[in-house]
């Protein structure tokens, strides 16, 4: 559910592709609708065991193989999911099932293949130059076009309109040329996508029938018949059917496959998740991830959150991306010296930079960030139990006896935290448990921190939280 690395566009074709119509049709080259092209290439990377939807995270065995069968088909496909399922990623990586290359007529705005044709200037080019028509080559990447559906959206946009500075030279009103094409015919040859294709105003859904049955275009009467070749999709909220707006019935009718998205099903698969995504600037310790993907799954969860709105997987990369920049801070002031490691300190950051991303039901209003530390709490049990349960802890307990105290907190190097644990009985095993084996100052202060924060949760410790951010922990 996730996204595909970036790759630098190619600035050339290879230098041994044909340049005119007749050196491609002596290369032996046949023409084959978007389509087929898809379906050719998605069989061949099946066969070879690669990845079809190369980044795509938690939908192996739910989400892709439906859209795979609606490719196979040949089928239009619209995403149903809530917000931030990856419905555009999945979307943008089927771009990659194009072939690299494809030849087109050379200035041709519409992408059209040398052998068909489509507009009046271009049929015209083909009989004038013949076998001499330059052919150029369009990259894969520059075959994917998307829109998203805004209220201010026309059917210009998408279709094409009449160019009143073409009519300002001189052509007539009637003539084809004068018109000025959208986005979907623009991406002919390609595969196009509309993002929440409900906002889009019902008038103008309209103007999508042909494109989808007909496969071609109508702008403002002309007697225009072009042909297109593409793959429509389009993602959608299920509900924005009733709430933002609809997807039309005819138009609903007109795409082969509906395809319903998810969030991860799996603890390990969000973990996954927000390690691929998160773009953090310091280190974040796997205990932490697996806090932070237990602390989304339970607002997700949560009868105080509004289940309808859901809760995106940008809010657990968002958390993990916050923790790491609140390690970072610490180390920037407090003169750290080793480099930073985030610590389970730093995650109470989280509740009050990311509570704007939760849609809480009407009845919590004044009660969201009681809600929200109550489930990070509940996320940092959860997680000492899994990791930890059982571990030899005592040695910890005893840091605290005999009135005395362990103070961390924001601005407390890993450092100075270290100094007032010295060696502590069974820290060895807590952090091979945590993953944190190859040990420097910083992890080791994160380990500690981690099973503190723990003993308290589980009431074996006392804490007190300073006005100035430091944190005593105590019997």
Do not use: C
């Not at 201010?152 to 004068?178: M, N």
């Amino acid at each position: 559910m996730s996204i595909s690395d970036t790759t630098t566009l190619p600035l050339e074709p290879p230098a041994d592709l044909p340049r005119t119509l007749g050196a491609l049709r002596a290369s032996g080259h046949r023409h084959v609708p978007v389509k087929e092209e898809l379906r050719t290439n998605l069989v061949a990377r099946m066969k070879a065991g690669e990845d079809r939807f190369p980044g795509v995270v938690g939908y192996e065995d739910t989400v892709a193989p439906e859209l795979e069968r609606a490719l196979l088909a040949g089928h239009d496909v619209v995403l149903l999911g809530e917000r931030g399922q990856g419905k555009t990623r999945l979307l943008r990586s089927l771009v990659g099932l194009l072939d690299e290359w494809t030849p087109v007529i050379e200035g041709s705005e519409l992408n059209e293949h040398p052998y068909t044709p489509l507009t009046p200037a271009s049929r015209r080019r083909v009989r004038e130059e013949g076998e001499d028509l330059p052919v150029a080559w369009l990259h894969r990447s520059l075959r994917y076009g998307e829109k998203l559906a805004t209220p201010d959206t026309s059917v210009g946009d998408l279709i094409g309109d009449v160019d009143p500075v073409k009519v300002a030279e001189g052509r007539a009103l009637g003539d084809p040329e004068t018109i000025h094409f959208g986005l979907v015919p623009r991406t002919n040859r390609g595969v196009f996508a509309i993002n929440e294709l409900p906002d889009l105003a019902e008038r103008i859904q309209v103007s999508l029938l042909n494109v989808l049955e007909e496969r071609d275009i109508q702008v403002r009467g002309y007697q225009l018949r072009l042909p297109l070749d593409l793959l429509l999709v389009a993602s959608a909220n299920p509900e924005d059917y009733t709430n933002r707006g609809r997807i039309i019935t005819p138009l609903k009718d007109r795409f082969g496959a509906e395809v319903r998205t998810h969030y991860p099903l799996e603890l390990s698969l969000e973990v996954d998740l927000v390690r691929q995504e998160a773009a953090t600037v310091a280190e974040v310790p796997e205990h932490l991830l697996e806090v932070v993907a237990r602390f989304t799954r339970a607002v997700r969860e949560s009868p105080a959150v509004d289940p309808a709105s859901g809760v995106s997987a940008r809010f657990s990369i968002a958390a993990a991306e916050t923790v790491s920049a609140a390690a970072l801070r610490r180390h920037a002031l407090s003169g750290e010296v080793t480099p930073p490691v985030a610590r389970v300190g730093d995650l109470h950051t989280v509740v009050s930079v990311l509570g704007g991303k939760v849609e809480f039901e009407q009845g919590e209003e004044g009660r969201e960030v009681e809600v929200l530390e109550h489930l990070l709490r509940t996320a940092i049990a959860e997680t000492y139990r899994s990791l930890l349960g059982g571990a030899e802890l005592s040695g910890f307990s005893e840091l605290v006896t005999d009135g005395r105290t362990i103070e961390t907190g924001d601005l407390v190097p890993a450092e100075r935290l270290l100094e007032q644990v010295g060696t502590v009985a069974g820290l060895a095993q807590v952090l091979e448990r945590l993953g944190l084996s190859e040990v420097t100052p910083g992890r080791a202060a994160a380990g500690v921190e981690f099973v503190l924060e723990a003993l308290h949760l589980t009431r074996r410790l006392d804490k007190l939280v300073l006005d100035d951010g430091r944190t005593v922990y105590g019997s």
